[in-house]
């Protein structure tokens, strides 16, 4: 298998799933070119992919556990540099990592999360309203008007941002995941963004409010005292801005769209013989919406079946392939059938990195299927399954637009 081309790694995304397909041919654990000729694992197999998330022997810290990085090896324009060295959770390792998560945790309770439905319910009802508005007959982009708003108004909320400094945060975001923009043009938007976040942690340190973001100022650590820093605490607000949008702006769109590319299955849902859950389920496990998130790096040598992983190599946690291991989910794994008995996937991650926000992401996607569906009965795609343009970026796994006609009268 060391032998083996690696499979270089579109950037742009454009087909995820064919990809994973050619890493697995690899085996579990494949090779992968990124950018500039630098070489990673990618983990295709559901097992090795539980095996690598739950095993602490990989870090996400790349400062200290990425060894061409750490001798000078990577180039400092190297594209995806920032996903290795942004400081947040997604980079910490060990200790530095639980004391993090530990915070944002107690600030991101059950009962938080309950008090999100109420407004999960007002947004959905008012999306649907403005959708119902469009002119007969108009195709209309069900990403940009119902999926994505909704994701980002309900993180908006939950942080507590106000209404002014929502359009830079959400063009920050953008720029963040679009794996095919410039460094600078990421820098500008993020530098922008930034501001923003500084202007806020500011307002809410002077006067707290019922959200996420003072509920994290007063988070102290119970084992010396310390709550976060300025610094941490924007870096752990965007990183939930970013984790909180992206991934259920594309379980919303990927489930709406599998259900429309495959009428019977929603018809399965109509006559009860399955649930909007299983549906929301079987596209979790088909099209994770999370493709790779970038990176891992092996702490010491791991043997991982019969691939030795050496010590400081990056490694991409490969969720969109996991999902469909034939050894898991055999012949079949690539089709949507919700009706499926073992949806068994790693959609959320596993182990100690495992989704934090699982519960609130099912919850908006779980209010907001079902709801378009039986307000737009007739709903349809407005162009051909492959039509549907992906997402620009390996990072994460959903489409750049959703056109779809709303009523069987507009066709
Ligand atoms: C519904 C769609 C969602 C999916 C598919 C998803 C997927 C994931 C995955 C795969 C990971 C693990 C990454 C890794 O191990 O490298 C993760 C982590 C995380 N997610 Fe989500 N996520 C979703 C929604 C959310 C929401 C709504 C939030 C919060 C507002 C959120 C917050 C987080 C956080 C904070 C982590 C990092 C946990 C840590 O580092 O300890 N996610 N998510």
């Given at each position: 298998?060391?032998?083996?081309?690696?499979?270089?790694?579109?950037?742009?995304?454009?087909?995820?799933?064919?990809?994973?397909?050619?890493?697995?041919?690899?085996?579990?654990?494949?090779?992968?070119?990124?950018?500039?000729?630098?070489?990673?694992?990618?983990?295709?197999?559901?097992?090795?992919?539980?095996?690598?998330?739950?095993?602490?022997?990989?870090?996400?810290?790349?400062?200290?556990?990425?060894?061409?990085?750490?001798?000078?090896?990577?180039?400092?324009?190297?594209?995806?540099?920032?996903?290795?060295?942004?400081?947040?959770?997604?980079?910490?390792?060990?200790?530095?990592?639980?004391?993090?998560?530990?915070?944002?945790?107690?600030?991101?309770?059950?009962?938080?999360?309950?008090?999100?439905?109420?407004?999960?319910?007002?947004?959905?009802?008012?999306?649907?309203?403005?959708?119902?508005?469009?002119?007969?007959?108009?195709?209309?982009?069900?990403?940009?008007?119902?999926?994505?708003?909704?994701?980002?108004?309900?993180?908006?909320?939950?942080?507590?941002?106000?209404?002014?400094?929502?359009?830079?945060?959400?063009?920050?975001?953008?720029?963040?995941?679009?794996?095919?923009?410039?460094?600078?043009?990421?820098?500008?938007?993020?530098?922008?963004?930034?501001?923003?976040?500084?202007?806020?942690?500011?307002?809410?340190?002077?006067?707290?409010?019922?959200?996420?973001?003072?509920?994290?100022?007063?988070?102290?650590?119970?084992?010396?005292?310390?709550?976060?820093?300025?610094?941490?605490?924007?870096?752990?607000?965007?990183?939930?801005?970013?984790?909180?949008?992206?991934?259920?702006?594309?379980?919303?769109?990927?489930?709406?769209?599998?259900?429309?590319?495959?009428?019977?299955?929603?018809?399965?849902?109509?006559?009860?013989?399955?649930?909007?859950?299983?549906?929301?389920?079987?596209?979790?496990?088909?099209?994770?919406?999370?493709?790779?998130?970038?990176?891992?790096?092996?702490?010491?040598?791991?043997?991982?079946?019969?691939?030795?992983?050496?010590?400081?190599?990056?490694?991409?946690?490969?969720?969109?392939?996991?999902?469909?291991?034939?050894?898991?989910?055999?012949?079949?794994?690539?089709?949507?059938?919700?009706?499926?008995?073992?949806?068994?996937?790693?959609?959320?991650?596993h182990g100690m990195y495992v989704c934090l926000g699982m519960r609130l992401g099912l919850l908006e996607t779980g209010t907001a299927v079902p709801a378009l569906f039986e307000r737009f009965p007739d709903l349809a795609l407005a162009v051909g399954v492959e039509e549907v343009k992906p997402q620009n970026t390996?990072?994460?796994?959903?489409?750049?637009?959703?056109?779809?006609?709303?009523?069987?009268?507009?066709?």
């Open positions: 298998m060391e032998d083996r081309s690696p499979v270089v790694i579109d950037m742009t995304g454009a087909d995820i799933h064919a990809e994973g397909e050619r890493i697995r041919e690899h085996g579990p654990v494949g090779r992968v070119e990124l950018p500039q000729g630098v070489r990673a694992w990618s983990i295709t197999g559901y097992e090795a992919g539980r095996q690598v998330l739950g095993d602490r022997r990989f870090s996400k810290d790349g400062r200290r556990h990425w060894t061409a990085f750490v001798n000078g090896q990577i180039d400092p324009q190297f594209p995806l540099i920032s996903w290795a060295l942004m400081e947040n959770m997604g980079t910490t390792y060990g200790s530095a990592h639980t004391r993090l998560r530990r915070l944002v945790a107690r600030a991101f309770t059950p009962r938080r999360v309950e008090a999100m439905r109420a407004t999960i319910k007002k947004s959905v009802a008012s999306l649907l309203e403005d959708l119902a508005g469009s002119p007969p007959g108009a195709i209309v982009d069900l990403k940009s008007r119902y999926a994505h708003p909704l994701a980002a108004e309900v993180i908006f909320e939950l942080i507590g941002v106000p209404a002014e400094a929502r359009q830079t945060i959400l063009r920050g975001g953008e720029a963040q995941v679009d794996t095919t923009m410039t460094e600078e043009e990421e820098a500008a938007s993020i530098g922008l963004v930034l501001q923003e976040m500084a202007a806020l942690v500011a307002a809410k340190r002077r006067t707290p409010a019922d959200d996420l973001t003072s509920d994290l100022i007063g988070a102290q650590d119970g084992e010396d005292g310390s709550g976060l820093e300025d610094g941490e605490l924007i870096g752990t607000l965007l990183f939930l801005l970013g984790t909180g949008t992206e991934p259920v702006t594309n379980l919303v769109t990927n489930s709406i769209l599998a259900l429309l590319a495959n009428p019977g299955q929603r018809q399965l849902i109509d006559a009860g013989q399955a649930s909007w859950q299983d549906a929301i389920e079987e596209t979790l496990r088909m099209d994770a919406p999370v493709a790779h998130m970038p990176f891992r790096f092996a702490v010491e040598d791991v043997q991982l079946g019969d691939v030795t992983i050496p010590a400081g190599d990056p490694v991409l946690v490969n969720f969109a392939a996991m999902g469909r291991d034939p050894a898991i989910h055999g012949a079949t794994a690539g089709s949507f059938d919700i009706a499926r008995p073992d949806k068994k996937h790693l959609a959320f991650g390996f990072i994460m796994n959903g489409r750049s637009e959703l056109p779809v006609l709303l009523s069987a009268t507009q066709q």
